[in-house]
């Protein structure tokens, strides 16, 4: 154990989380023979054999299972230190990185960013637009835009606003439709196989499922485009129209308002890590994401 490195730990999470030597690689910047030859000095270090190797790729050991848990600790450790050297740092410049969901990134962050540079030029942004929601414990992001409310102690958080899902359309398609008294009658986009597990495509499935969707996509971007081109009705937040012109929500019956009740409801949320909160760069940043995201609440509170 005298040989044990302190960046053989993060190896040994690589391949546990991985499970294979080209995946873990890649997370480290490593091939995977430069990994092999790691995990084998590892073995030899801790005097156990931590992964069986297979054809479907690495088996954690019970001596693997055994010190996953040190080995996050000393991960989590060394974030914190990290942390805290981050905290020293006097002014508002460096890279910050952002995750955030691609609605939020395409078409509220992105096309404003140039107003945060304009206020702090020497910062650099990383702008990750994902459904997957970025691990700030493991330094994936420094901040992130999220659906979903956190339940870590080590996170600090702020609720931006709250955002109903709508039936939209282009508002020439809205109005040839008129007033829907079943939802199958209109055509549907939704979301591809991948995302079918998401409240807005539930609901399309549950109340308008009769036919087959007339578009499938996992992206944002394009159902948003096919809406505006007149192909098909989708559920969109209602902050949706605010920022693309020629949409409209669709009208409907009384007999359908109970399936309305169901529409999706969602947290917009802004989180961060607890140790990075008052690092300049990232409090800047901080305070133009919730100054961008809080005027586009107050802008639908408006009208």
Known sequence: ????????????????????????????????????????????????????????GLSPTDAADQMLSAAEEMERAAVKLTHVAQAQSAGVEGVVRIGAIPGVADYYLAPR????????????????????VADLTRREADLAIRSIRPQSGELVM?????????ATASTKLAESLGTLHDWNDARWITWGDDLAHIPTARWVNKHAGAKPPVLKTSSFGSLVAA??????????????PSVHAGLAPVRFAKAL???????????????????????????????????????????????
């Open 1 to 56: 154990m005298d040989r044990l490195r302190w960046d053989d730990v993060p190896l040994f999470l690589a391949l546990f989380r991985e499970r294979n030597l080209v995946g873990a690689g890649r997370r480290l910047g490593l091939d995977a023979s430069t990994a092999s030859r790691r995990l084998a000095s590892l073995e030899e270090a801790t005097g156990a054999r931590l992964f069986d190797r297979t054809r479907q």
């Open 158 to 166: 702020k609720k931006l606003l709250q955002a109903r899902w709508l």
């Open 227 to 240: 809406v505006r081109s007149g192909l098909g009705v989708a559920l969109l937040d209602e902050y949706t």
């Open 257 to 303: 308002r109970a399936s309305t009740e169901e529409w999706p409801v969602d947290d917009l949320w802004l989180v961060g890590h607890a140790a990075l909160r008052e690092v300049p760069r990232v409090a800047a940043v901080w305070t133009w994401l919730e100054e961008t995201l809080g005027a586009a609440a107050k802008s639908r509170r408006g009208r």
């Open 113 to 132: 960013l140039h107003e945060l540079i304009a206020m702090h030029p020497r910062l650099r942004i990383e702008l990750e637009a994902s459904v997957q």
